[in-house]
């Protein structure tokens, strides 16, 4: 199972805002084992949403979607979604009940023809009410290929996910994913920032090229990471498989380099 | 021009990390009037970012990448684009030196075989040295294809951004962009969270179609913001362009909904 993350916005583009949709996404996947090769963010923009569409469901099974499911014009994330699996959008009387309550607790009554859109969704899709909002969680599959769309301001975003796609999402794989963080410490007469990640990854040599589990060395501002990750059919199997390669590197490491370890 | 980004970084792809690099590269590239569509991240895989770069390269001009340029084995981003250009990667002695003073500086005197990884540049390429870490800027430019190397960690990233990377990437735009916030504030007896967007951009109406200066609504977490970004050749012509549809929007809002403006 491999998913893709689409962030559709172009105050994205403006950087009037920081992905951090992306970032809570890709931390949930990697979870729950699902492998993620490429985030992508797009404009406002149907003709690029579509490209952007086209190319994520060429390498991966699962598309997950942020913004773009809003009221205004252009929010066109569902339109492109549904016309790419050849759906229309039709009227969802229990939306249209949840934006209507929700409205009515604000005090207000009448619902002007944009807020009446969010009430529109492709044909056939499974809907999930936003808890935190008015736009909905959307989740279409056709064949091997599925596409969840999920509203773009983050409280809602994680809302919606934690409420029933995640469900979704985790049917989908049958593994799970368990980091470790090694955090390098300095002797006594450097600050941490100045070992520097290159000596770290001589002495680990060939073990970075292991598979499960996988070890990376990363520079921080304060110092060198190195990261173990492992994964299995459940938590124990991917801390067994883990155990030796961690043992391995506290020896590498003894009397060399101090450090401390951090399960993530 | 069109820019796009490419972020190099399993570390974005697991989660670990938010993306801010794409975030300031982005505002920068907006304030300087370059137009940016996509942005990609993509992990430490040589095929995955050789076809990152590919397809980068068919719909923008200049590719702005970030991370992959450490000294370790996962650090491939300066060989995938070196080879995109077919180019060798040669020794530069200048950046040889940096990284063996800058070591020094830390105690350090001998140097590792990764770190001496970090003096090998694509060749032909301009070198920007790096005023707070080892790995250089690097950029590369063939026919009207440009590819701008920056460092991952944030803080080097913006170092050698606006080092010289900037100057370059100046110079390539003939357009500078100006944007007006207008912050909606609702009545005194509705949270500001409450006003919705939908109301706003029905009063707005046809102006969200405008080009120049473009018009746009947000849905905040504490109220629904109205960005009106203009361009221009100068500053002072965007906010000529800008003047009229600001006005044009205060005399919708006027005695509906209460706003502030502010320049960002």
Redesign the interface.
Known sequence: MVAEIVCVG???????????N?????????HIGID??????????KE?VWN?LD?ALKRADLIIMTGGL?????DLTKEVAASFFGKKLVFHEQTYEHVRKR?ES???SEM????KK?ALVPEGALIVTNPA??APGIIMAQGDKAIVMLP??P?EMKAVLSECCHLFINRLSDQVFV?INIKCKGPD??PLK?I????V??LLGDI??NENPTV??????DGVLI?V?ASGKTREEALTAMQPVVTKIAEILAGKIAWVKEE?
Chains 1, 2 share one sequence.
């Open positions: 172009t105050e994205l583009l403006l950087g009037d805002i920081v992905n951090t992306a970032q809570h996404i890709s931390k949930e996947l990697a993620l090769y490429y985030q992508t963010v797009v404009g406002d923009n690029r952007v190319t809003g009221p205004t014009k252009d409205l604000y005090g207000i002007t023809e944009s807020q969010q909002g008015l773009g301001p409280k980091s007469e450097l100045e520097g990640e290159a000596p990854a001589d970075l090229d990376a060395t990363y520079a921080k501002e990261r990750t993530v």
